[in-house]
């Protein structure tokens, strides 16, 4: 059977070159597969072969992505892969945005085909998926004995025959690609029949799903800040040492409230970050980077406003998802109203 040629881009850490401290590295690259990569060809059985790995940190890649890709793309050209696959970065949101820029960039300017793997919530996913064919995945590496497979799979049937099937029966993210086929019953047959499913309370799917987006109306403007009680919070997950309430670094399952009596700042070593999707250095080194406490309590004593809760509120914003985050701003707003709060300084990572 035909063999294909690969080219594989992933991360620091799966390269296996470090973490977070090694999160700056510019792309380099390396002739054959490393790290998972072998493993990749192993179980293709050998139909997939990869001619080049590119590694590149995932603070490089997210903060120069122009750089990134003008550095990467003249590599690809030389080897000539038959295909692009790109991770899986699963939850990983800098990886995953690294993974969709290099597909789109690939696939619109050389028209070699993509693919790559990501969790619903990883915002490469909106980036990447007209583009590549984005395999839904589970939300951690952990995933990666199954997830494997699985993009090998749809690899070697794109490139076998060309094409893959629907979103929904090959396990990737809707393209937004209208494609016409042919149906033993007529369009306005299907209609009626989906048309009664729905009046007769009964499930259906729709041919042509249109887009949903949640309509928040904005709190009205604070006539007189000055007056104002308010309140500060992060999902930067910034928490008290050893995170007494033990919130997950990603996909939490809860907020929490800690005081701020008595303090003007967040003090390096009293406080930590338990957030695990971006470097927690600067934040633990100043935890004020990410909580701005020492901020607030200067404006509080040039009277901007009129006091500051003596607590702040604080979850993971990494993975988590959209149903639980409602959850909890409905009770963080819930518990802010009996506090007497009229605005809130809230900040993401």
Known sequence: MKQFRVLHYMNQFFAGIGGEHSANEPPFFRDGAIGFGSELERRSEGRLRILRTVVCG????????????????????????????????????????????????????????????????????????????????????????????????????????????????????PRGIRVNTRRDVRGSVRAVRMLLHKLDGEPFTTELPMPVFDHVPPAPPLERLEDALLAIGTEGGIVPRGNPDRIEAHNASKWCSYSLVGLDSLPAGDFEVAHGGYDPVPANEAPDRVLPLDGMRRLERAGAFRALLDRYFVTVGNVTAVASAERYGREIAEMLVNEGVQAVVMTST
């Open 58 to 173: 995932d603070n490089y890649a997210a903060e120069h992505p122009e750089d990134f890709v003008a550095t990467v793309l003249p590599r690809v050209r030389e080897v000539a892969p038959d295909l692009l696959v790109a991770g899986p970065a699963f939850a990983a949101g800098r990886y995953g945005t690294a993974c969709a820029s290099l597909c789109s960039a690939v696939t619109r300017e050389l028209a070699i085909p993509a693919v790559s793997g990501m969790h619903e919530a990883n915002p490469g996913v909106e980036m990447g998926r007209k583009y590549a064919y984005i395999l839904r995945t589970g939300d951690s590496a952990s995933k990666m004995r199954s997830v494997l497979p699985q993009m090998i799979g749809m690899a070697l049937r794109l490139l076998d025959e060309g094409g893959l099937g629907a979103p929904e029966e090959e396990g990737y993210f």
